[in-house]
């Protein structure tokens, strides 16, 4: 298994600069809604009927990226119900490998350090 700072680079060097922009704003709003749910569950007993299913399991968000390379970056955002319990996660793969959160912080960094320490401006909001 790689590095993650080392396939985040390899991955960044790939992507062009609108690639880029695209990729900076989806994983802020990423960063804004995993601060938000992180380490948080609740419980609901509204719509028994859907609730008596055992398990249930809904993707409300991916984001897909492809690079010339075939460097795949697939993110997920996933709402999980058991009986009452909702609980969200985030599942993060770079070319078939599982990765954690510490991915999306990773290509952050990086997206925000070469916004901000190049000459030229990029557009990226």
Known sequence: MEDPSTSAQRFLLDLS????????????AIKDVDACMKDRSFYTFRKLRRAAKRQSECRKRTFHYLTQNNHELVIKQIHE?????????????????????????????????????????????
């Not at 880029?20 to 989806?26: A, E, G, H, Q, V």
């Not at 996660?89 to 190049?118: A, M, P």
Request: hydrophobic share 40%.
């Open 17 to 28: 600069v609108e690639e880029k922009s695209r990729l900076y704003n989806d994983l802020l």
């Open 81 to 125: 119900q058991k009986l009452f319990k909702h609980h969200y996660r985030l599942l993060v793969t770079f070319d078939q490998q599982e990765f954690g959160y510490t991915f999306v912080e990773t290509l952050l960094n990086l997206l925000h350090s070469q916004h901000f320490n190049l000459g030229h401006q990029m557009a990226y909001a």
